[in-house]
């Protein structure tokens, strides 16, 4: 079965786990714009990670038959340094340009303050104007205060959610990213996030709809081969495999070619 893992952190992987995902069925991939360990300091080493994930990332994963998408943001680790973060808005919207690029994000909340909802806010109105859906980060501390504060922004700011990817859902934040109408991507990433079986019971309570599964696999602890591993445990567990497909493969599909720009090699649509 063909995979698109629309959530991993490829700059933080080495070159091997390209080929290891292409081996496992892993054709596609988006890379969402991360932090890079500790907090940065210069405007410019964020311009130039902006190039380096719609550039060289796109080159390494097409030596192994893998199409890579990105998104690009201010990250909400990020985003507390509040004249660092205006200053990278004001040149960000040069990469929603680049045809990697499939939408805006990952944005959201971390410690869920003030400056970041003011971050979030700008992003989102930029993301908007400029016709790209958006992905959202829930916060990994106070998961389902950090959800709820984001729907609340996306609801004032008068935002469809059926443009809006909420990521990183648990049993704590499905009900509220579903119900409100929201694209829900789940995250199985050991010791803070879903296991594979985890994610499994959430696809069999809530369907298939509007359902993704990723591995954000980047500098902790984490498995690049997390969405193969959930596709075997739904198979052990007896999903039939149109509803597999669907969640690893037509719904991320679905998503960001709202943005246009999902222009899937020969074969693969």
């Known amino acids: 079965m063909r995979i698109f893992d629309p959530h991993c952190h490829m700059i933080s992987r080495i070159t091997d786990d390209y080929e290891r995902m292409?081996?496992?069925?892993?054709?596609?991939?988006?890379?969402?714009?991360?932090?890079?360990?500790?907090?940065?300091?210069?405007?410019?080493?964020?311009?130039d990670y902006f190039d380096h994930i719609t550039g060289f990332e796109r080159e390494r994963a097409a030596q192994y038959g893998i199409q890579h998408f990105c998104t690009i943001g201010v990250n909400p680790r990020e985003a507390n340094d509040i004249d660092l973060a205006n200053e990278v808005l004001t040149r960000i919207d040069q990469w929603f340009e680049h045809p990697s690029v499939v939408a805006v994000g990952e944005l959201g909340f971390d410690l869920i303050t003030d400056e970041e909802e003011t971050i979030l806010r700008k992003q989102?109105?930029?993301?908007?104007?400029?016709?790209?859906?958006?992905?959202?980060?829930?916060?990994?501390?106070n998961k389902l205060e950090g959800t709820l504060r984001t729907i609340q922004v996306i609801?004032?700011?008068?935002?469809?959610?059926?443009?809006?990817?909420?990521?990183?859902?648990?049993?704590?934040?499905?009900?509220a990213s579903l119900d409100n109408g929201f694209w829900c991507g789940h995250t199985?990433?050991?010791?803070?996030?879903?296991?594979?079986?985890?994610?499994?019971?959430?696809?069999?309570k809530h369907g298939p709809e509007r359902m993704m599964v990723n591995s954000s696999c980047d500098w902790g602890p984490s498995d690049p081969l997390?969405?193969?591993?959930?596709?075997?445990?739904?198979?052990?567990?007896?999903?039939?495999?149109?509803?597999?497909?669907?969640?690893?493969?037509?719904?991320?599909?679905?998503?960001y070619s709202l943005s246009g720009r999902i222009d899937l090699q020969p074969g693969w649509e």
């Open 22 to 47: 292409a081996v496992a069925g892993v054709v596609a991939i988006t890379e969402p714009s991360f932090w890079l360990g500790e907090p940065r300091k210069y405007a410019g080493t964020f311009y």
């Open 124 to 141: 989102l109105e930029l993301a908007f104007d400029a016709g790209l859906p958006v992905m959202i980060h829930t916060p990994h501390r």
């Open 155 to 175: 609801q004032d700011m008068g935002l469809d959610p059926t443009r809006i990817l909420m990521d990183h859902n648990t049993e704590e934040t499905i009900d």
């Open 188 to 204: 199985v990433y050991p010791v803070t996030k879903l296991s594979p079986e985890r994610a499994a019971a959430i696809f069999e």
């Open 226 to 255: 997390s969405v193969p591993r959930t596709v075997w445990r739904m198979r052990r567990e007896g999903f039939p495999e149109d509803v597999i497909r669907k969640i690893v493969w037509d719904n991320p599909i679905a998503f």
